[in-house]
């Protein structure tokens, strides 16, 4: 029972982590420990923290807690982890089995870096465009977006705190488009901020929080909530002190 509440504990880790919804979540985990005959489970779960306790047969009672410190939205690996959760309640899997999927499930790397690059600076400029800017604005906003990409990717391994990371990118990618101003590549960097700020939203993080809200799940859709809109925070201060600086808002 303590080796298949560990494997069952992993599958919600990561769906969490992979930005799926609380009650989503807590239902999968039910929905597999009815499956091993379990007579009561209990679960509670928010978006930093994970508490399951189950109720054997003979009476036993089984807990464990896992500490949720990051969330990496990926949809492909969330719906490999609700098949998984589908087949062992099809077929009702051994743990080996449920760990050898786990590990299957986790090397999967749908995207390679130069492509996560490329989508960057195709959005900003995409944004820089769809907001009346021009050509030339779209250009350096596709630029920047390219090593706003490598800025995140550098600050996300070296700092844990995501709203700092957020701050940061943010702070460079403002501070890009005053340094294409001042050099006379264009005469205004409203549009290029624009374009690039639309990346760092947390606007996936938004939508999952009103999920949680509407399904009830209120402890859990206040906390994205807040957390998305502190994002959102540390993104206005990361562009206002740049414009505060360089003499100009």
Known sequence: MEKLLECVLDIGEQMLICGGEVHRVEDSLKRIFSVYDIKRTDVFIITSSMVVTIISNDEQIYTQTRRITEVKTDYERLHKL????????????????????????????????????????????????????????????????????????????????????????????????????????????????IGNIMTLIPGTGLTTALKDLFVGDSIAGLLRTIEACIIALAIAAGYFSVAFLMGGM
């Open 82 to 193: 609700n098949e998984l959760s589908r087949k062992i309640c099809k077929s009702k899997l051994e743990t080996e089995e449920i760990k050898k999927e786990l590990e299957d499930i986790s090397k999967i790397r749908l995207y390679p870096i130069w492509l996560e690059f490329i989508s960057f600076s195709i959005i900003s400029g995409g944004f820089t465009l769809f907001f009346n800017g021009t050509i030339i604005e779209a250009l350096i906003s596709f630029i920047i977006g390219a090593i706003l990409r490598l800025v995140l990717l550098i600050t996300e391994k070296s700092i844990k705190n995501k709203i700092f990371v957020k701050f940061i990118s943010a702070f460079i990618a403002t501070s890009l488009a005053f340094f294409s101003v001042h050099i006379n590549f264009v005469n205004s960097v409203d549009k290029i901020i």
